[in-house]
């Protein structure tokens, strides 16, 4: 069933527009509908209209770690660069989910805010990371989050505190109750801002100077796996600038795939497949994606 856009006439929609606009990687199929909403009454009309009409949603966030396959998305997608404020009271920083967690964290260090630093350069936006519990550099979410507002598929906006989130390595409750992050709240202490600067500077350094930042990518493909590390683990099997159609095994980062000659998504896929078949032969270790898949496959 088509999404009714007629009946909400006053939120932006793009019907069967191009996701490979909107990800990381330049790759993915098109949306059947694509919602822009400009603040939570908007959000949650749609979001009511789905449920109405048994139409399947899909949130898609930064879109930074994230595949979305060539088949594009049924139903209706949304996106929400509107969701953008930032606000500091106290030692807690309140951020929508359409916020990137960059513009957070120089937020918390502009206010002398310190412990959002290990996120200076996480791509992602406030939404995605909550969902996923982002980390980087020895620090997650979790361990600054105090709570969440979060529209709930009956359509009722619920705050979540942390205890509630269930959070653990890249998972949050949010993954499995098909809610929409609407507002995450960071408890941060007092700190110098010159050397919450000096460390932001620091970690974005070093990632400059160990991911392929100038190719398109989502980011780190798997998950850690116990008492290993990917990259060398990938290396190690031979794989390291392997190349499937526009896809390769980062040689500046053996972790990451980048898009290095118009990929498709399904180069992608068969890329991913390929890794975790020759490191479970070599290695007998199951390799997780970390990396979000969603869509359909391509009709033959």
């Known amino acids: 069933m088509n999404f009714p856009v007629e009946k909400l ?34 959000l949650v009309e749609i979001v009511n209209t789905a449920r109405e009409n048994d139409i399947k949603i899909t949130i898609i966030g930064n879109a930074s770690n994230l595949i979305i396959k060539d088949g594009g998305i049924r139903g209706i997608v949304i996106i929400l660069p509107n969701f953008h404020e930032i606000s500091v009271h106290d030692n807690e920083v309140t951020a929508e989910a359409g916020a990137t967690i960059i513009n957070t964290t120089i937020a918390a260090q502009k206010a002398g805010l310190t412990g959002l630093e290990f996120a200076a350069g996480i791509p992602g936006s406030v939404g995605g990371a909550v969902f996923m519990n982002a980390g980087a550099y020895g620090g997650e979410i979790k361990d600054v ?9 009956d359509g009722q906006i ?27 709240t960071f408890q941060l202490n007092s700190g110098d801002k010159n050397k919450i600067q000096d460390e932001m500077d620091r970690l974005n350094a070093l990632r400059r100077s160990k991911q392929p930042l100038e190719y398109p990518s989502c980011g780190s493909v798997f998950k850690r796996p116990t008492g290993h590390f990917t990259g060398p683990l990938i290396i190690k099997a031979g794989l390291q600038g392997k190349i499937i159609g526009g896809a390769q095994v980062s040689m500046k980062h053996a972790g990451f795939i980048v898009n290095i000659n118009h990929a498709t998504a399904t180069d992608y896929m068969n890329l991913i497949h390929l890794i975790q078949r020759t490191i479970k032969e070599k290695f007998d270790i199951e390799l997780q994606t970390e990396v979000r898949i969603i869509g359909e496959d391509t009709k033959l």
């Open 145 to 153: 989050f105090s709570s969440a507002e979060v529209l709930l598929p």
């Open 9 to 42: 006439p006053n939120i932006e929609f793009k019907k069967d527009e191009p996701l490979s606009k909107y990800t990381f990687t330049k790759t993915g199929g098109n949306a059947d509908v694509l919602a822009f909403p400009k603040n939570r009454g908007e």
């Open 158 to 184: 619920k705050n979540f505190n942390h205890e509630e989130m269930d959070f653990a390595y890249r998972h949050s409750v949010i993954q499995e109750n098909g809610g929409i992050v609407i507002s995450g």
